[in-house]
């Protein structure tokens, strides 16, 4: 499995984008992403490999990602079965990918309904709902490759995400975009690099990382330019409502379907990602940027840290 062309390198994905001032604004760094846009982007309908041999003794992920890794029951599973687990899993996190994804495409589109096209600001929004419907399709084709079901938050999860993606904008919007995308940015640069994963799921995460690096950083400088002149009320709003959709977007990353999947009872494998450390650690480690850089524009604190501490990102 591979990319036909490699003309994009993993761009990193610092708390301020580089060169950014005052003097240039959103539109100096809208142009900038639509540089890197046309320099690093991709085509996965064309790009991948979609009917290369899929191997049976890789893992879907990189093992050490799984809800499970770690634990006693781990231990005792066969190593054809935690393969079968991390292809599921991968597939469902995959799948609270797309479901955010198409939250984020509709918080952009109302973003930029009354703002000048012409503008670098409205000409990149569009360039990353572009990306994402690309992404989304990716993520989805790259299961039914895999062989395994198309995994989704559950129906009540769903159905909220409406009313958030009707309501969400500006820091909120974008805020709960960070939560989404920089932990699956930091699982993805482990599973492409890990030649223990399927060649697939590399593929696909090196596409995801290259242009998610530039989502990251018009999510990042939105978020810290509306927050600016934010009042103590609206900063309590945001922070709010950030926990709320935080804890929903970590939680519901493990679909608990596919312990069945992989044949594992339900309740006791859910059990045992309850209590995995190893786990917790892992989603922390996933979600430091993201809370760090909330933090540093006060969105981290008041009652939303108890359900951050809940879905262990604090």
Known sequence: MSITRTNGSIESAPGRVRGSSATDGKQGTAQRLLDSSARKSYDPAFEIDWDAPIPDDKYGMTPEWSSLYGTDLWERMPEQQRITLTTHEAASIAGTGIWFEMILMQMLIRDLYQQDPSSEYVQFGLTEIADECRHSIMFARSAKRLGVPSYRPKKWIRVSGRGFKAVASGALAFGATLFAEEILDMMQRDFMRDERVQPLTRTVSHIHVVEESRHIRYAREETERRMRKA???????????????????????????????????????????????????????????TVEFLDSVGLIGGPSAHLLRNAHVL
């Open 231 to 289: 009042t103590r009320a609206q900063r309590a709003y945001v922070r709010m409502h950030l926990g709320v959709s935080g804890y929903l977007i970590v939680t519901n990353l493990i679909n608990d379907q596919v312990y069945a999947a992989a044949g594992l009872d339900i309740a006791e494998a859910k059990a045992a990602a309850r209590a995995n450390t190893h786990y917790h650690d892992k989603l922390r480690q996933g979600a430091r940027r």
